[in-house]
């Protein structure tokens, strides 16, 4: 095997697809998380997103329920 | 940016999230401004069907790739204290190949094999990657041009990834003497971690 076969690409959604998910499912039924560091968040951030530091995510997985549809940015 | 979002939903996807995305152009794309891209290949996650020493000689490999990268980034930031840090990285990753090479010696029961990690996973020059899995000459390529904010996402974006496989593997190896090697490995990936964290607070 060489390296790339190790790994797969990740899925991705535009920012479009995000607003029109956001918008048709309430907020119990997806985890939206923003990884940016603390001060990046406070100057704004996407309406309800909980904020995970992508350095503390590793260590934070279990705040987040795996069974809902997760959206990262 | 979106480099962060993709390590992200790499990390949670491995976790055993069913259905995760990355939102393309991060918070910039979401305001309506132009996002800029960052490396396409990449930010993907480890296969889970493989067998330790092939773990080995692939995160040898990741750590080559990473190694590499922070070397060059030394020789080309202008920043004293991001040449520092960066130098500082790049010994560390070839201390960890140090480990990781003895680690495998010790699992094999052979001999000091110089073919490894040639044995275990095919190498291609055009085909060098990064911890996460991106490509290291995109990275490069996109990095010349790039502030050293952007630089130090897709860092800390490397140094997650590398942390999240080391727990992982901390968890996943049986023999005592490689949970103690993962064990100094991830605990060693979590301080980089927060060097280049607190680093970027410096630089928002």
């Given at each position: 095997m060489g390296i790339s076969d190790y790994f797969k690409p990740v899925p991705s959604w535009s920012a479009e697809e995000v607003r029109t998910f956001l918008n048709e499912k309430?907020?119990?039924?997806y985890n939206l998380v923003d990884v940016r560091q603390p001060k990046e968040y406070e100057q704004g951030h996407l309406p309800g997103a909980q904020l995970i530091p992508l350095g503390e995510l590793a260590n934070r997985v279990?705040?987040?329920?795996?069974?809902k549809p997760t959206i990262a940015y | 940016m979106g480099v962060r979002s993709r390590a992200a939903a790499a990390i949670l996807s491995e976790a055993g999230f069913k259905e995760v995305y990355s939102m393309k152009g991060g918070i910039n794309a979401w305001e309506g401004k132009v996002a800029e891209g960052v490396p396409?290949?990449?930010?993907a996650y480890f296969s889970s069907a493989v067998q330790p020493e092939e773990l080995l000689g692939l995160a040898w490999l990741l750590e080559d790739g990473s190694r590499k990268f922070y070397t060059e980034l030394s020789s080309l930031s202008k920043d004293m204290e991001a040449v520092a840090l960066f130098q500082e990285l790049s010994k560390a990753e070839e201390k960890h190949q140090a480990s990781l090479v003895s680690l495998y010696k010790e699992l094999s029961?052979?001999?000091?094999?110089?073919?490894f990690p040639k044995n275990l996973i095919r190498e291609d020059p055009s085909d060098e990657r990064m911890e996460g899995g991106m490509l290291l000459r995109e990275a490069l390529q996109w990095a010349e041009k790039k502030a050293i904010k952007e630089i130090l996402e897709l860092s800390v974006s490397l140094e997650s990834n590398a942390y999240d496989v080391y727990l992982k593997m901390e968890r996943k190896m049986e023999p005592e003497n490689a949970k103690k090697v993962f064990k100094v490995l991830s605990a060693e990936e979590k301080q980089h971690l927060e060097q280049l964290t607190s680093f970027l607070e410096k630089k928002l």
């Open positions: 309430g907020p119990e039924k279990k705040e987040l329920d795996p069974n | 396409e290949a990449g930010m029961g052979r001999p000091f094999d110089s073919e």
